[in-house]
């Protein structure tokens, strides 16, 4: 009866193990919870030199010198020292062209004066004066350079054209005062001359237009507003290269070296003063265009992709395998966590981690130095070695990966709307265009996973209606 009985159990004990040998395993791994070093707030900044190329025609100069340039130019009320007093008045409007670099001035003026004549004999004094009346056209030459934010120009008369010769009309006869008139003029040439340099630098001084579209184009703006994105200009030094005068206008290279930022989550600070933004002088100004544009995955659909690409999928090691069932994405300190509920020869949720990068050549976030979280290799080490390393792993991180391209397609979207003459304030236009995209960085934050793309290309900041 006893012998019978223990036979029992070890046919009982056989059965239990050949059960246990033939089902498959259990595992527990411990789930890493997420943890972002990159909270709802990510800057990332570029540095870049943007051109402001400032032209200013011939016929802007005109008119702003003939605005300042009205009335009364010049007047001698003392005819004592040279015999000749006079008023001299805008007679009609400057005129103003260019050639071979430089700018010429007709200047239209009519004088009104007194000539006095006479002598003085013996302690006696004989004179009588007679007016004169004087229309002619002073012409200018000016050479322009721009400094301190003001075009400058170093005027010089070339000459002279009266409409007549001067001449007074002595005892019924027209006596020509040529010499005695020239001689008047000859003082008020450097004062002419003088004027007419005022008149450019104060009516042309760019810098509270520079300043202010600076200003202007420094606010902060959202390109995003699903994931509350911002774009922020901020510059740091201003350039500037000598004016060049051709056709009918002149082209002052003016530049800017700024940090462009992309920021996600608050609204950057505006950083812009305008008041301690100096000037330099430099030869050329460089043509270095960098802003980072963000494409964003949710996790969700990160997962949905990802759990596509192991759709039928069974990963086989001899008469070992493993398919996976489910898969979820999230971050921990900068590293993608993947997990695996799989089933097979084991059963369970399994945690992979690894580096998020992105491809530019197929627009896909993948991972790099994939491995099983320590906990989730633990366990399989001892219960299925087998999967916690080699070939299978290696297939495994080879799903692990999902596109992109529709989301950098709205990213660079949202920054050519920025670049395509966005006008901040009237007459001031942002245009540009994104000439080479290139991976930078791919950073998760809680809300999504967001791939960096650092952009190049040519931008430049025009200031219309000066």
């Not at 005109?62 to 020292?81: C, R």
């Not at 005062?177 to 003082?187: D, E, F, K, R």
């Not at 420094?218 to 922020?232: C, G, L, M, Q």
Request: net charge positive.
């Amino acid at each position: 009866m006893f012998k019978r009985i223990l036979y029992t159990l070890s046919v009982l004990a056989g059965v239990l193990l050949y059960t246990s040998c033939g089902t498959n395993k259990k595992v527990n791994a411990l789930k890493p919870n997420p943890d972002y070093l990159s909270t709802t707030v990510v800057y990332e900044k570029q540095l870049s030199f943007i051109n402001m190329p400032l032209e200013i025609t011939m016929n802007e100069i005109q008119a702003q010198t003939n605005q300042y340039l009205s009335g009364i130019i010049y007047e001698d009320k003392n005819i004592n020292d040279d015999n000749v007093m006079m008023k001299v008045t805008k007679e009609a409007p400057i005129r103003v062209t260019e050639q071979n670099g430089k700018v010429f001035i007709d200047f239209p003026l009519r004088i009104n004066g007194k000539f006095r004549y006479g002598f003085d004999k013996f302690g006696m004094s004989m004179y009588d004066t007679r007016d004169f009346y004087l229309n002619g056209t002073i012409k200018l030459v000016s050479l322009i350079s721009f400094k301190d934010w003001k075009m400058t120009t170093r005027t010089a008369i070339v000459d002279i054209v009266w409409k007549e010769s001067p001449s007074v009309n002595i005892a019924g006869k027209n006596v020509p005062v040529t010499y005695a008139i020239n001689s008047a003029i000859g003082l008020f040439k450097s004062y002419i001359s003088k004027k007419v340099d005022d008149a450019i630098a104060e009516s042309l001084d760019i810098e509270p237009y520079v300043l202010e579209a600076l200003d202007a184009v420094s606010n902060p703006v959202k390109i995003n507003e699903e994931y509350n994105t911002w774009f922020a200009f901020q510059p740091q030094e201003a350039y500037t290269t000598r004016a060049v005068i051709a056709n009918k206008k002149v082209t002052i290279g003016l530049g800017v070296k700024a940090y462009l930022e992309t920021a996600i989550g608050k609204k950057p600070e505006k950083s812009f003063d305008k008041n301690a933004l100096a000037l330099k002088a430099i030869d050329k100004i460089p043509n270095q265009f960098k802003v980072n544009v963000a494409a964003y995955a949710t996790y969700a659909d990160a997962s949905a992709i990802v759990q596509k690409n192991f759709a039928g999928e069974r990963f086989e090691s001899g008469k070992k395998y493993v398919v996976v069932n489910h898969v979820e994405l999230w971050g921990k300190e900068n590293k993608m966590i993947v997990a695996l509920n799989m089933s097979g020869s084991v059963n369970g949720t399994f945690y992979l981690s690894g580096i998020p990068k992105y491809s530019m050549t197929t627009k896909e976030v993948y991972l790099d130095e994939v491995d099983f979280v320590m906990d989730s290799k633990n366990k399989l080490l001892k219960t299925a070695d087998w999967l916690a390393h080699g070939m299978i792993l290696k297939k495994i991180t080879e799903n692990c990966k999902f596109s992109i391209a529709d989301q950098l397609a709205e990213g660079e979207q949202s920054m050519k709307g920025y670049l395509n003459g966005y006008e901040p304030v009237k007459g001031v236009k942002v245009n540009g265009v994104l000439t080479s995209l290139q991976p930078d960085k791919v950073i998760l934050t809680p809300n999504a996973i967001v791939a960096m793309i650092l952009a190049n290309g040519k931008v430049s900041v025009k200031i219309e209606g000066m």
